[in-house]
């Protein structure tokens, strides 16, 4: 059977190919992807090439498929998996199999990767349990379940600790205070979203950033209001127009510290802030990956004596994290949407990886089986006054409050052109 892929076969080397795939073997599955969203990870990998901890030595030779958030249908299932699997089921891919292991879709299979029409699923990703079965009506929801799951894992990271008997009672403290710094771009909203409507709550949420439009979008987007219904104090604020922000931060917490703070951009004037955020016994999570190694921030020892501060920092989300992301999109209690700016077909996979860092807006989802340019859903109704498709998607996404959506999602894959 021919699929078509972007392969990786060296630094910024990356092709769209068509080829010949391999009969599977019994251990194997043969699959559709639909969907993929692409990641910074999958930048770092084309930048770095073999030199990349995932990336195989010999892509020359033996080029690997790219993308890792991925959702798709099983089309054959190899014997030894018929018990678990069957066609026609949809599904997504916990790349990081195991800890210690390096090997991961989208980085190190010559026939498994996110932006391809059709792959083959290793035996290995069956005996870790990271095929992952997704009930959801759409696709790409269940796409952005990996950095969906990396939003949980922050969650479930934070720890507090219990002085009676030195245990630490995993989570966010149930019914407490979270402030998330930089909180208004696409994870961060999605840590709002799952905050909001998780079932471990928190009685406060405190969102800062410095940019009005993107507070605005936030505010707009995951309301007060919505909050409030699900037992929330939701607060928006611009730190940048706040004489003294941590002051004002715990004033709205009644002049108290917050038990969690997450810091979602590498900022060490971030770091500092929410290291004074903290109130007794409190957590900080340092989010954000910085880019350089040397990265560092002060942070007041004798509060982490006197006042117990912890600190954590969690990259990626693990398994349990990546279907407690599936099964929420799949009720419908969370909106992934809400990380989505961007929407392509499988052609525009090479330039819009190799530019990444370069274009605004957050996440960027692919459609493999379709031609499109990678294109903003803001700009959906200028490109429309030329192309009947995108004015249909601008309309759509207009009655789902800009957000791409399930009806975007099934009148593009019905209309849009066949790669």
Known sequence: M??????????????????????IQDDEILASVVSDSICMSTFKAVEQGPDHKRVPNDIAENPTIIG??????????????????????????????????????????????????????????????????????????????????????????????????????????????????????????????????????PSIMVVTDIDDARLARAASLLTVEDAAANGVKLYYVNTAKVENPVEYIKSLNGGKGYDDVFVYAPVSFLVEQGDALLGHGGCLNFFAGPLKSDFSAKFNFYDVHYAFHRITGTSGGNTDDMKEALALAAAGRINPAIMISHVGGLDSVIETTLNLPNIKGAKKLVYTNISLPMTAIEDFAEAGKTDPLFAALAEICARHNGLWNDEAEKYLLANAKPI
Not at 2 to 23: C, S
Request: with cysteine.
């Open 2 to 23: 021919k699929t078509k892929a972007v392969r990786l076969y060296g630094k910024e080397d990356i092709r769209l190919e068509e080829f010949e795939l391999p009969a």
């Open 68 to 201: 890792h958030e991925f959702c798709g249908e099983i089309i054959e299932v190899g014997k030894k998996w018929q018990h678990k699997f069957k066609p026609g089921q949809k599904f997504s891919i916990q790349p990081a199999l195991a800890n210690g292991q390096l090997e991961a879709a989208g980085y190190s299979y010559r026939y498994c990767g996110g932006d391809a029409t059709k792959v083959i699923i290793p035996n290995e990703v069956m005996e870790y349990d990271s095929l992952l079965p997704y009930d959801g009506d759409c696709y790409f929801k269940a796409s952005l379940s990996e950095p969906v799951s990396c939003v949980i894992a922050g969650y479930h990271e934070n720890y507090h600790s219990k002085y009676d008997n030195h245990t630490h009672i995993m989570g966010i403290k149930e019914g407490g205070a979270v402030a998330i710094l930089a909180g208004a771009g696409p994870m961060g909203l999605e840590a709002v979203d799952y905050g909001i409507h998780c079932d471990r709550k």
